[in-house]
C-alpha cells in the first residue's frame, strides 16, 4: 500500500511517501522558520497562507522521489490535530481533495501519534507494551502504550509545555526564534556549577511536569547577573540541565510504576543532545531500552503521518465525507489499531529511511 502523508499542524509543511512493506519511499519537508522569525512566534494567518502556497509544489516533488504519480497512490493520511485550525484545514482539505478525485480512502491522523510511532520507522519490530515522552512545542506527555492505538496518560504539564519554556528562557537571553537550538547550543559554553536550578514537582509523588516556575527562576536569576555573554551561556546550561534532569526522573519514575522496560522519547524537544543523553543514562540505570528517532524525525514531518495513516488504513479504518480538523484532541480517545497478523512493516523497512530525505529551506 502506498500512502501520502501530509502534515500542516503549525509552522512546517510535510509530505511524505510510505509504503507498508517498503518503507518510506521520500519524504520532505518546508520551514516556515524564515517567515516568522521577525515576529518572534508564529502567526497562525502567516502559517496557514503559507501551507496553502508549499504544500502542491511539495506533493509533486515528493512523489517525484520516489517516481511515482499520484494514480500509484493507495490511500492518503493527513494531519487532522491537534494544532493551529488555520492551517490544519489546509492539509485536511487537500488529503480529503486528492482522495475523492483518485477514489481512494483517506485517514484522519492524531499529530501525536505520529510522533508517538515515529521511531517505528527505524526500529519497525518494536512492540507494545512501552511509555512514550513526547515533548515539543506544544505538548509535554508521559503515555502509556498498551496497545497501538490505544494509549494512557499518565503524566503532562499543567502548564507551559517544555519547547514553549524552551522558547520563552531562549527569547529572555535574547536568542531570537527559534529558541531551543539557539540555547542548546549557547549552553554548551556554560557552567553547569554556577547555578542551582529547582527540578520542578519532582519532590512530591505524580508524573505531570511543570516548568512555569523555571522560566520565573530565570528571569530573577538574570536580573541578578549583569547579562554578560557568559552569564547567559551559564544560565542556558542551568535551565538545560534542569529541565533534562526533570524529564529523566519523571520517565525513571514511570518505568518503575509500570513495571514496562522500553521507553520512547519523540517531538522536536527530543532533538535536544542533553536531553537524549540524560534519557539515556537513566533507560541504562533501569535496565530498559530506549528508542529515539533521528532528528529529522523528531520535528514535525510528513513520514510520521504517513506511517501512522498507513497502520490506521491497513486496520480498515478511514474517513467518512466530513473534513475533520482539530484544535484540541484527546488521545486517549483514539481506536486501537487493530492490524491483522504480518501487517505490520517488517524489519528490512527500516533500510529504506535512510533513502532520498530532502528539507526545503525557506525561500
Known amino acids: 500500500m502506498y500512502v501520502l502523508g501530509i502534515e500542516t499542524s503549525c509552522d512546517e509543511t510535510g509530505v511524505a511517501v510510505y509504503h507498508s512493506r517498503h518503507g518510506l519511499l521520500s519524504h520532505r519537508l518546508y520551514s516556515q522558520v524564515a517567515l516568522h522569525a521577525p515576529y518572534g512566534g508564529i502567526v497562525p494567518e502567516l502559517a496557514s497562507r503559507d501551507h496553502v502556497r508549499k504544500l502542491l509544489p511539495l506533493i509533486r516533488q515528493t512523489l517525484a522521489d520516489a517516481d511515482?504519480?499520484?494514480?500509484?497512490?493507495?490511500?492518503?493520511?493527513?494531519?487532522?490535530?491537534p494544532g493551529l485550525i488555520g492551517a490544519l484545514l489546509v492539509g485536511a482539505s487537500t488529503g480529503h481533495s486528492l482522495a475523492w478525485s483518485l477514489n481512494i480512502p483517506v485517514v484522519a491522523v492524531h499529530h501525536m501519534e505520529g510522533h508517538l510511532l515515529a521511531p517505528l520507522l527505524e526500529t519497525p519490530?518494536?512492540?507494545?507494551?512501552?511509555?512514550?515522552?513526547?515533548?515539543?512545542?506544544?505538548?509535554?506527555?508521559?503515555?502509556?502504550?498498551?496497545?497501538?492505538?490505544?494509549?494512557?496518560?499518565?503524566?503532562?504539564?499543567?502548564?507551559?509545555?517544555?519547547?514553549?519554556?524552551?522558547?520563552?528562557?531562549?527569547?529572555?537571553l535574547d536568542l531570537g526564534y527559534p529558541g531551543g537550538p539557539a540555547l542548546e547550543k549557547l549552553a554548551r559554553e556554560g557552567n553547569p556549577e554556577r547555578f542551582a536550578f529547582p527540578r520542578p514537582m519532582c519532590g512530591r509523588p505524580g508524573?505531570?511536569?511543570?516548568?512555569?516556575?523555571?522560566?520565573?527562576?530565570?528571569?530573577?536569576?538574570?536580573?541578578?547577573?549583569?547579562?554578560?555573554?557568559?552569564?547567559?551561556?551559564?544560565?542556558?546550561?542551568?535551565?538545560?540541565?534542569?529541565?533534562?534532569?526533570?524529564?529523566?526522573?519523571?520517565?525513571?519514575?514511570?518505568?518503575?510504576?509500570?513495571?514496562?522496560?522500553?521507553?520512547?522519547?519523540?517531538?522536536?524537544?527530543?532533538?535536544?543532545?542533553?536531553?537524549?543523553?540524560?534519557?539515556?543514562?537513566?533507560?541504562?540505570?533501569?535496565?530498559?531500552?530506549?528508542?529515539?528517532?533521528?532528528?529529522?524525525?523528531?520535528?514535525?514531518?510528513?513520514?510520521?503521518?504517513?506511517?501512522?495513516?498507513c497502520l490506521r488504513l491497513l486496520a480498515g479504518q478511514q474517513e467518512g465525507h466530513s473534513i475533520v480538523a482539530r484544535a484540541r484532541w484527546n488521545l486517549e480517545d483514539l481506536p486501537p489499531i487493530a492490524l491483522q497478523s504480518g501487517l505490520l512493516p517488517h524489519a528490512g523497512a527500516a533500510g529504506c529511511c535512510s533513502g532520498d530525505a530532502r528539507t526545503t529551506k525557506p525561500t
Not at 73 to 78: F, P
Not at 232 to 252: E, M, P, S
Not at 271 to 295: H, K, T, W, Y
Open 68 to 81: 511515482l504519480s499520484l494514480e500509484t497512490l493507495d490511500g492518503v493520511a493527513y494531519t487532522a490535530g
Open 207 to 309: 508524573l505531570d511536569f511543570s516548568f512555569s516556575g523555571l522560566k520565573t527562576f530565570t528571569l530573577h536569576t538574570l536580573a541578578a547577573t549583569s547579562g554578560t555573554p557568559q552569564d547567559k551561556a551559564d544560565i542556558a546550561r542551568g535551565f538545560q540541565d534542569a529541565v533534562a534532569d526533570t524529564l529523566a526522573i519523571k520517565c525513571r519514575r514511570a518505568l518503575r510504576q509500570t513495571n514496562i522496560e522500553r521507553l520512547v522519547a519523540a517531538g522536536g524537544v527530543c532533538a535536544n543532545q542533553a536531553i537524549r543523553r540524560r534519557l539515556a543514562d537513566v533507560s541504562g540505570g533501569e535496565n530498559a531500552e530506549l528508542f529515539l528517532p533521528r532528528p529529522e524525525f523528531c520535528t514535525d514531518n510528513g513520514a510520521m503521518i504517513a506511517f501512522a495513516g
Open 125 to 172: 519490530d518494536l512492540q507494545p507494551p512501552f511509555l512514550a515522552l513526547l515533548i515539543s512545542g506544544g505538548h509535554t506527555l508521559l503515555i502509556e502504550v498498551r496497545r497501538l492505538g490505544e494509549y494512557r496518560l499518565l503524566g503532562e504539564s499543567i502548564d507551559d509545555a517544555v519547547g514553549e519554556a524552551f522558547d520563552k528562557v531562549a527569547k529572555m
